[in-house]
């Protein structure tokens, strides 16, 4: 298609949280520079989070022990995956770059969004067992976590009560985002918003900005390679 596309990846219940802000800003900045720009907002979709049966129209393969995974890849290869989830997969596939933002519940994407990311990047569809990694389907997509914290920076330094922040985010970007191939760009993490002053707040969110004028000319994240390790059991 002619007009390049982001797609937002929106998780807050309230149109007045500063995840909306930061939604808002990144929506802004990103038309700015030629963009259209989809917004999932999840809460307001109402979104199914629960990866279930109901995810395939017509019959299953296996009704005595329903397995989700395989399920689904021959559901998406026979077009009988439901709606909701070929709507997101449609726009995920339009888009060059997929931003995530939402609030960190408890280390992790709050579950509305996780059950996007269950039901949406399905296999067949965001990952196969010879496509994934550095191979992966959306090698030529970037993606990248945007998110709030309760937590400050202090706590989540290596030596900080939580750990270190690039631990908590290991699974999220290397298990999920570089799995399906994405570039991933750095994450751009709000600290505790919720306990900074206006103008704090006001600083943050014009720091996006100022980001987001460069975020495509930003190199990704580097990840281990795939010619390192033993993809023989394969
Ligand atoms: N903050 C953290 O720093 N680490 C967490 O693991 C974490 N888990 C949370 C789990 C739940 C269920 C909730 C409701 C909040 C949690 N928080 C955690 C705090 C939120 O991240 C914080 O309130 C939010 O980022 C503030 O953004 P907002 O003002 O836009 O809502």
């Known amino acids: 298609q002619a007009q390049k596309t982001a797609l937002i990846v929106y998780a807050h219940q309230s149109p007045a949280s ?57 559901a998406g290869m026979e077009g009988r995956l439901s709606e909701d989830i070929v709507t997101e997969q449609r726009k995920v596939t339009e888009a060059e770059l997929i931003i995530f933002q939402f609030p960190l519940y408890w280390f992790s994407f709050p579950a509305i969004m996780k059950g996007w990311i269950d039901r949406v990047l399905s296999q067949g569809f965001a990952f196969s067992l010879e496509k994934m990694y550095d191979n992966g389907i959306f090698k030529d997509k970037k993606a990248m976590l945007s998110f709030t914290t309760g937590a400050t920076p202090t706590m989540f330094q290596p030596d900080g009560i939580n750990g270190d922040i690039n631990v908590t985010l290991w699974p999220l970007q290397n298990g999920i985002l570089h799995f399906c191939g994405f570039q991933v760009l750095a994450p751009q993490i709000f600290w505790s918003p919720a306990h900074c002053p206006p103008a704090g707040r006001a600083a943050m969110l014009e720091g996006w900005r100022t980001r987001l004028k460069g975020l495509l000319a930003e190199n990704p994240l580097t990840f281990a390679p795939c010619e390192l390790f033993d993809l023989s059991f394969q």
Do not use: C, P, W
């Not at 929506?27 to 720009?37: N, S, W």
């Not at 049966?53 to 397995?67: A, L, T």
């Open 18 to 74: 500063f995840n909306a802000a930061a939604r808002d800003v990144a929506l802004q900045e990103l038309k700015l520079q030629g963009y259209e720009v989809v917004v999932s907002d999840l809460y307001a979709m109402n979104f199914k989070a629960s990866a279930t049966r109901d995810d395939i129209i017509g019959d299953v393969r296996n009704s005595e022990h329903f397995r989700y995974g395989d399920e689904t890849l021959h």
